[in-house]
């Protein structure tokens, strides 16, 4: 059964020898719920990931997946965690159908059940045709996609995804987004770090905004907008002399929060 | 329920290495066995041939099965050297394996422990091989395959952790060619491989001492050729394996883990 909080991380700050790269943030993560984490490169976005998958230990505070504590119970916590990284981690011995059915082997999936789940995600990510290939000789978009699946193996109570739809075509992307509907649906939190502000927009029921190791701020999109964007429309020189208006979008919060380029407030 | 947890993580990733070397027999047959084979051709036909039989360890014995019993020590030095720094740089820097393992219910250090147990289970059975071979040739007795399976598997898991502490420690793959010219050729030359080391000056044979490969020869030859056992191979084999065990796993977790 999946806790109201998949995923809870309180008071987390992680020192490298010479800085600090999360300073106390905090926040919890429902199920069902799709929660961005944004933020400039450098942010700390990706050290909080590492600190979440138990990978970097935290200096301080700690993190909850499924209630377990990751630094004290690490096996159990990540039992219910699924991972997709910035960098590409896939096992590059093994075939597209191989990747994910021994992926599944690390969570005590049994054989049949590993070989069933890894069918039903090949055709949910469109891969089917390319069970058999290896996978070196799948292209950059092909390879992210399967990353994602590789993630959603062990039916994870709290799924992480750091830039999952990079490389992708939008047809590709659109496909991810609906499979990250039916994630929610099932009861998965989800923490996604994005830099693509429409997909943060359109599929985080919050966002974090992250600069400097501290959450600068933390709402739905639309009440960020509201509360950060006095103006409904905005209006941008995007070539030399030509201007758009537009409605105001997350984007022009992060550009504002996070080193304001546009002249908007 | 902690330890067989554990030894479940370990098992799994074996299982994975298993997997792989499976898949790909043909290239780890070739890869793993053809070159121990070609040196027992080269030295054991071609210089055993120049040499005849000659005195060591207080026997009179060919040339061939004197070089035949250091050729299986050598395999277990340069099978898991070049399978825990090459192999072990490879999954750890290039194909990120050990990161993508590590977050699944199975930790860093299961990781590990299974990339070291199958780096040695590989370089023990190339060992073996050898071993096999020099028995169909009749240099060895048969009862020596069993006697060597501990050597075997202890020794390669002492080169194994040499090789994975050296891409731990190695910032760019290039950087592997230092303890490649500094510890593995001089080991190689100079430990007892090709001639008894009673041969060399008294002030190198104590430096030969010291490394760890004359101590797991000395035994190779003690458990194929009846050579005198010695003693001191047992601390100094003992020695190396906790320290460069402790070191491949400091040298990787410092690595991976900020």
Known sequence: MLSSFPLSVSHLTKRY???EAVSDI??????????????????????????????????????????????????LARQSLGVCSQEETLDSDFTVFDQLARHASYFRMGRTASAERARRLLDEFGLADKAKAPVENLSGG??????VARALIAFPAVLVLDEPTVGLDPDARRMLWEVLGRERERGAAILLCTHYMDEAERLCDRVAILHKGRIIDADSPANLISRHISRETVEEEVRPGVYWKRRANLEDVYLKLTGSRLGVA | MRMPDALWGIRCVWLRYFSVFYKSIGYYLVTTFIEPILYMLSFGLGVGSLIGSFSAGGMHLSYRSFVFSGIIAQTMLF???????YGGFIRMYYQKIFHAISVTPITLSEVLWGELLWDASKAALAAEVVALIGVA????????LFTLIPLA????????????????????????????????????????????????????????????????????????????????????????????????????FGRLVK
């Open chain 1, 17 to 19: 020898a010479d800085f």
């Open chain 1, 26 to 75: 905090s926040f919890e993560v429902a199920g069902g719920e799709c929660f961005g984490l944004l933020g400039p490169n450098g942010a700390g976005k990706s050290t909080t990931i590492q600190c979440i998958s138990g990978f970097y230990p935290a200096t301080n505070g700690h993190i909850f997946l499924n209630g377990h504590d990751v630094s004290l119970e690490p096996k």
């Open chain 1, 142 to 147: 092909l390879k992210r996609r399967l990353q």
């Open chain 2, 79 to 85: 099978q898991g050297f070049y399978e825990g720094a």
């Open chain 2, 137 to 144: 040739s009749g240099d060895f007795p048969l009862h020596c």
């Open chain 2, 153 to 252: 598997f202890l020794g390669s898991l002492l080169f194994s952790g040499m090789g994975l502490a050296a891409a731990g420690f190695a910032r760019n793959i290039e950087q592997l060619s230092y303890p490649q010219y500094l510890l593995v050729f001089p080991m190689f030359l100079f430990c007892g491989v090709f001639y008894p080391i009673e041969r060399l000056p008294a002030p190198l044979q104590v430096l030969a001492w010291v490394f760890p490969l004359t101590s797991v020869a000395s035994l190779a030859r003690t458990l194929t050729l009846g050579f005198p056992f010695q003693i001191r191979t047992i601390p100094i084999i003992l020695f190396w394996l906790v320290l460069l065990l402790f070191l491949s796993r400091r040298a990787m």
